[in-house]
Nanobody, 120 residues
Framework: QVQLVESGGGLVQPGGALRLSCAAS????????MGWYRQVPGKERDLVAT???????NYADSVKGRFTISRDNAKFTVYLQMNSLKFEDTAVYYC??????????????WGRGTQVTVSS
């Protein structure tokens, strides 16, 4: 199947920046969409940003102009550059990939999440 591993989370002050990475590995045939969701305790997991294999992007209104999603198709890796971070960006950030693996139907795969905390 496909495994996703996120990295780059941590503690940052308001106005600061972080860069998240998510690398996919396994018996991958292809990856279509990749992206990031985030979740705070007691709430649903919300879309942050997505990117297609062709590079088309989509962002939640709350992060437009501050976050940038990108990917390296050769490395099966997606990135999220987060600038001008706000308190309300604090959450666990989850990476996902719509991928096809040998012997499996195309489906969404999820990482385990990385904590981002914005605090002074």
């Amino acid at each position: 199947q496909v495994q996703l591993v996120e990295s780059g989370g941590g503690l940052v002050q308001p106005g600061g920046a972080l860069r998240l990475s998510c690398a996919a590995s396994g018996s991958i045939i292809s990856i279509n969409d990749m992206g990031w969701y985030r979740q705070v305790p007691g709430k649903e997991r919300d879309l942050v940003a997505t990117i297609t294999s062709g590079g088309s992007t989509n962002y939640a209104d709350s992060v437009k102009g501050r976050f940038t999603i990108s990917r390296d198709n050769a490395k099966f890796t997606v990135y999220l550059q987060m600038n001008s971070l706000k308190f309300e960006d604090t959450a666990v950030y989850y990476c996902y990939a719509l991928a096809t693996a040998f012997g499996y139907a195309t489906r969404n795969y999820w990482g385990r999440g990385t904590q981002v905390t914005v605090s002074s």
